[in-house]
């Protein structure tokens, strides 16, 4: 659904600032095209404000003396109009340029706002996306932008060529008549204050509907959501009792504010209509005196310049609401480019590694197979290479996602190459949160995590993903072909690579069953695809990435009995020979790990392989025996 | 699709008629005032007639206060019929969405259904309301002022004539290409999103595979797509208000030129001519009214083609024309039943024929897709059957009232939904007479009550919107609970307890078998330990039943129920609590 525009009270704060550094923004690359346009403007506006004033030449310089005259010679006037046409032309050739200058500005504006702003957020740390709901961050793409663009394509250019309308216009009804002009300023200010009341009221009644159509919004979503177990339970006419008595209320808002904003055209419209006719009274007794070199034609002009008066006026009050609204998504937009990004401290890198026969290790150009760590060491100078080998030591750790709300405490892990370690727990027990520790998804507040005897935090973080490879519970997968969505694990495999990590994964079979194979379009996280098949996907997209690290974990929803067997043997010939972290939530999977970690509120328990811990009868053992009930009481 | 959306304007159509009618009204009187002005001049200000001034001011004022008085009801009563039409629409379509079968919400989807109650009316509403001011104001005003201009001088008005037809070809070729142009940058643009949006929430995937540097290069690409469309589809705007002005300005200069030889040959007076100036941008601008007017009624139309779709919608289940007031008891009987979501798809189940006792408690399992969702749904008539029948109590589903039958089948969908307001209110969905303690036995029977009871607030917590404040397996319970209060004669759940742990699902059981005893219950699970103590154990393998007995006899005589339960050995499945 697209998202409702929102009228609302904005508050932005330091609007100038803002505003300058949106013109920044825009003027950094387009100061050429921008001072071209407010070059157009200046000249289109002044264009037709000759047009206007024309009306008195062709009144007074060409008609009435033809009146008079005995020979009737069209010639002077001819000439006049060709003077105009010039004009003219010239004026709509700058509007055009104008309007065209405009589309590469405004676009290309936009444009780089969204790649900077895209840029920005794919480098931003884990923790931003969980304090910031996805809603809200789509929010910035769709709305916030749309609002910018309002801001620079329209507001900005509108307000200037306000301004300068007003001072030309001004300028030219003073030099027919400053009497008249000042009858006229009286009216716009009278103008200006019913208007101000009408749409007061109207802004009043508009956020009440604002708020009104949440309401509705809300409610349909829920009831139609939930429209199912409605249905099972009966209660549709209660559903309806709702829904009427919030759509009545929104019918009340909507009708007085749009009324309001409705009605402010013909009232602006008719007060223009009277200052017309006052001008037009005032301007024929000053006319039919001759006071001040007053004469019909200038009364004639005059009357065209009071409408081209009121324009720009109305037209740039009403800009006023979309300025700040656009500043208000500058802000929005700025915050998010403003973050800082994850922050990487690394040094240590990952080469491709040649081993040669007495053990040292050299850097390679090619793929080997090999891989090793790059340790300059800062002190020495001197390049150490170390092996990859996937092996993780927690010394000690302690985390917490937000200060005072402990998660970890003083783990110690030890994980030698090839050893398969599982964790068991409770739900929020810590076991994804250790994992996310090892990809650096979060920083450890105390301790030290050693990969390959390395400390993680001298480990340039890509480096340290590159090796590692994960299964999240939760599988994402994007808006593209099977074959690209288990491509991503290595973006240079071939197609052949991805049919073996299928194969690998258990996903073959059912992938060569789809309409187009492995062309198949996945859409939406692969709504197209049962759970289970679109975890064999994510596996395969582990396995073809190779990673000598693995952490996986397993999904706990209903999958169906088959293709959780499925799941579990593509998951089983991926973890041989790595080292493998692994949530566990099925038995089979833990008892031949080399290791379980029983987790409990933050801490590790209890550690051992499965016939250790059964044999010592304590959490583990009451999990294992299903004998919960005593175990959860011992916990609480 | 117009007729349908047309009796839905109901009791404002009074103010729908009205509402064009002021709005000829503001034109006429507007129109005049030009006319009004050019004898001011002529006749006032040439012939130095002070006298003839005031009194056209006069006319003129009150020219402005009658525009003044049709402008604002027309544009009231434009508002108030624009937002009434828009309250009977949801409200019709909300209504017609309540009698809706399964299949009916299954084909329009629940977003889908959300999208028309709320985007597409405020379509049909904007162009609704601005189609009564506009429909006759820009027209009228067109011909109006055109008549003025004809009346003055035709020789003039002719002029008129020529620029409006230029404008109105310019409008009909570049119109539509506008509106096209732009629909295909939005479909775009609604990818693009799509893809941040897919961004945002894999997150930790992109991260995880050091793919920020390729998704970045994807976006951009994009991004200068997007810009390259958006910029094609401008250019062609950019041509409009140009060429607006380019009319206007040539109209004038050849109205000067003519006009000031029809002066000199005094056939035309200087104040007509101020008037036809004010006359030839009147009948330009609602050209360019009667455009925009244009473009917005066909992007309203697709708006309005979905709405009276969910209208002109047709429940497929039909209500017996005797119904039957009462289910005499639980007993289940399924004859040669055949079924499947469309009249024409594939059979999802076939041939099925299986009686239960009143009481008996039965376990359902089988692979994802075999057809268990779809063989409970019939009980209660959520969906029809192709062939054969289903019989509850004795029966036909189909000779009982539905909301007798819905209230005596109680159904825990695999899908379920709290919805926001305390625990005791979503309790009360089952009944809404329900006292305190009747909620809490139930609640006790789905043993909810322990974790409602360690709540600040107990019973009167409150649960938010899709019950996000409550964790999977709690929200479970609440659901059962919830069905629990119907008192049903039967009572189905559809994998309800996939959160609960083996541990509180086996005391539910027991509760199950002492405290509600005469209550058929039906119980499909993906565990065996859910389903293995059952009376009988339905083994369902690709729409059929491939197995119907107890647990011991299926582990004899079925190989599927055997090979499952050997997948699943070795302690009780799985090692979560729940996600408590």
Known sequence: ?636 | MLKTLGKQIKQFKLASILTPFFMFMEVLTETIIPLLMASMIDNGVNKGDMGHIRYIALLVLGMALLALFSGYMGNRLGAYAGCGFAHNLRETMYEKIQTYSFSNIDKFSTAGLVTRLTTDVSNVQMAYSMGLRMAVRAPSNLIVAMAMAFLISPKIALIYVGAAVILMIAIIILMPITAKNFRAVFTKYDDLNESVQENVSAIRVVKAYVREDYEQEKFNTAARNIYRLFVKAEKLTAIFSPFMSLVVYGSILLVSWRGAHLIVGGELTTGNLTSLLTYCMQILMSMMMLGMMFVMITMSAASAKRIAEVIEEESDLKEPEDPVYEVPDGSIVFDHVDFAYKKDDNLILSDLNLEIGSGETIGLVGATGSGKSSFVSLIPRLYDTVRGEVRVGGHNVKEYDLDTLHNAVAMVLQKNELFSGTIYENLRWGNENATDEECQKAAAIAQAAEFIERFPDGYNTHIEQGGTNVSGGQKQRLCIARALLKNPRILILDDSTSAVDTATEAKMRKAFREDIPHITKIIIAQRISSVQDADKIIVIDDGKISAFGTHEELLKNSPIYASIYESQTGGNGDFDEGGE
């Open chain 1, 1 to 636: 659904m697209p998202p409702r525009r929102q009228i609302q009270k904005v508050k932005v704060e330091h609007p100038w600032k803002l505003l300058g550094r949106v013109l920044g923004f825009v003027l950094k690359r387009y100061w050429l095209h921008y001072l071209l346009v407010l070059i157009a403007i200046v000249v289109s506006v002044y264009a037709s404000v000759q047009g206007t004033m024309f009306t008195k030449t062709l009144i007074d310089v060409y008609i009435t003396p033809l009146l008079a005259a005995p020979e009737k010679d069209f010639a002077p006037l001819l000439g006049g109009i060709k003077r105009v046409a010039m004009f003219y032309g010239i004026g709509v050739i700058a509007a055009y340029l104008q309007q065209r200058l405009m589309i590469y500005i405004s676009q290309g504006t936009l444009r780089d706002m969204r790649i900077d702003l895209f840029d920005k957020m794919e480098t931003l740390p884990i923790s931003y996306f969980d304090s910031h709901s996805h809603g809200e961050i789509m929010s910035v793409y769709t709305n916030d932008i749309d609002t910018l663009r309002q801001l620079v394509s329209q507001s900005i250019p509108s307000l200037f060529q306000g301004v300068i309308q007003v001072v030309m216009v001004f300028t030219n009804m003073i030099i027919l008549s400053p009497y008249l002009t000042g009858l006229s300023v009286i009216m716009i200010i009278v103008i200006f204050f019913v208007s101000s009341k009408v749409s007061g009221a109207a802004g009043r009644f508009f956020s009440s509907q604002q708020r009104d159509v949440a309401k509705l919004d809300g409610y349909v979503e829920e009831m139609i959501n939930g429209q199912k177990v409605v249905k099972t339970f009966a209660h549709e006419e209660k559903a309806i009792e709702g829904f009427k008595q919030i759509n009545d209320q929104l019918f009340d808002s909507a009708y007085n504010a749009n009324k309001f904003a409705n009605i402010l055209g013909p009232i602006n419209a008719q007060l223009g209509n009277v200052s017309y006719v006052l001008c037009a009274t005032v301007g024929g007794y000053l006319a039919i005196n001759g006071i001040g070199g007053f004469t019909l034609g200038s009364l004639a002009s005059y009357l065209t310049l009071n409408r081209n008066f009121m324009m720009p006026i109305n037209q740039m009050t009403s800009q006023i609401n979309s300025v700040l609204l656009g500043l208000a998504g500058a802000q929005r937009i700025f915050a998010i480019v403003d973050q800082e990004p994850e922050a990487d401290e690394g040094y240590v890198t990952l080469v491709n590694a040649k081993i040669n026969e007495d053990g040292s290790i050299e850097e390679s150009e090619e793929r080997t197979g090999h891989w090793a760590w790059k340790y300059p060491h800062k002190t020495s100078g001197v390049t150490e290479y170390v092996e990859l080998k996937g092996d993780v030591v927690f010394d000690d750790v302690d985390f917490s996602y937000r200060p005072g709300h402990q998660v970890l405490y003083n783990v110690d892990l030890y994980a030698t190459p090839g050893q398969k370690i599982a964790f068991v727990g409770s739900t929020g027990a810590g076991k994804t949160t250790i994992t996310n520790l090892i990809n650096r998804f979060y920083d450890i507040q105390d301790g030290k995590i050693r990969y390959d005897g390395i400390n993680i935090n001298k480990i340039k973080k890509n480096d340290l993903r590159h090796s590692l490879g994960i299964v999240l519970q939760d599988t994402h997968l994007f808006t593209t072909t099977v074959k690209e969505n288990i491509r991503y694990g290595k973006l240079d495999a071939t197609d052949e690579e991805v049919i073996a990590a299928a194969k690998l994964a258990n996903a073959h079979e059912f992938i060569t069953h789809l309409p187009q194979g492995y062309d198949t379009m996945l859409e939406g996280d692969g709504q197209n695809l049962s759970q289970g098949q679109r975890q064999l996907i994510a596996i395969a997209r582990a396995a073809i990435a190779d990673p000598p690290v693995l952490i996986l974990d397993e999904a706990t929803s209903s999958i169906d009995t088959r293709t959780e067997a499925l799941v579990q043997e593509g998951m089983d010939k991926l973890m041989a020979g790595r080292t493998t972290f692994v949530i566990a939530h099925r038995l089979s999977t833990v008892r031949n790990a080399d290791c379980i970690m029983v987790l409990e509120k933050g801490h590790i328990i209890e550690r051992g392989s499965h016939k250790d811990l059964i044999a010592k009868e304590g959490r583990y053992y009451q999990l294992y025996t299903g004998n919960q009930a005593k175990s959860e009481t011992a916990a609480a």
